[in-house]
């Protein structure tokens, strides 16, 4: 329950339905999974978000183990789908989540390495918000954002926000959650981008 209703949601989960995304718009913005929409990437969510006055694209994303195929586990799904989805990168897009991946982890095989995706992106003008914020190279943040078994000497930056060059132009601030604040709700601390 909340204070203020959500104006519109949407909830995508695996069969169980026990895991999943929501995404939450609380303001005038509207939400609708593409009709393009590849379920064999699970957890790269396409969404189109759209007002009277903007339209752009959101891909929620959440990268994780996939037991039935090792190349498209964790950043490897998502470097297929951004692959899959390159026309829609072409417009005005946010990628945001939890990539499971660091630049650290690049020596590990796969289909595409974190490396990758980030050239990938940036080739359609599409960056890192948190690295352009504070001015750090990929592989060297100063926040992290994850707590292997929750434990303060197991830090990782591995949650990301990625932009159209477009939305810089709006940026007001990016936080990252603190240790102490988050780690009895999660493993994770929250990674909040504010435009204006």
């Known amino acids: 329950k909340y204070e203020i209703e959500a104006n519109s949601f949407l909830w995508y989960s695996n069969q169980n339905h026990k895991k999943g995304i ?4 609380f303001c005038e913005y ?4 593409i009709a393009d929409f590849n379920p064999k990437f699970r957890y790269v969510l396409p969404f189109r978000i759209f007002s009277s006055e903007n339209t752009f694209h959101i891909f929620a994303v959440w990268a994780m183990h996939d037991k039935d195929d090792y190349q498209s586990r964790y950043i490897g799904q998502v470097w297929i789908s951004v692959n899959y989805y390159r026309e829609l990168l ?3 897009t946010i990628l945001i989540g939890d990539f499971n991946s660091n630049k650290i982890w690049d020596k590990k095989s796969r289909v595409g390495n974190h490396s990758d995706v980030v050239d990938f992106l940036r080739s359609f003008n599409i960056e890192s918000v948190y690295h352009h914020y ?4 990929q ?3 100063i926040h992290p954002t994850f707590f292997l078994q929750r434990r303060l000497h197991k830090a990782y930056h591995i949650d990301y926000c990625f932009c159209s060059k477009d939305f810089f132009l709006n ?4 936080i990252v959650g603190k240790f102490e604040d988050w780690i009895s709700f999660s493993d994770h601390v929250p990674l909040i981008i504010n435009f204006e």
């Open 134 to 137: 504070f001015g750090v190279d």
């Open 22 to 25: 929501a995404i939450f718009s």
């Open 30 to 33: 509207e939400l609708e999974l």
């Open 171 to 174: 940026l007001d601030e990016v």
């Open 139 to 141: 592989g060297l943040e």
């Open 90 to 92: 072409k417009e005005s």
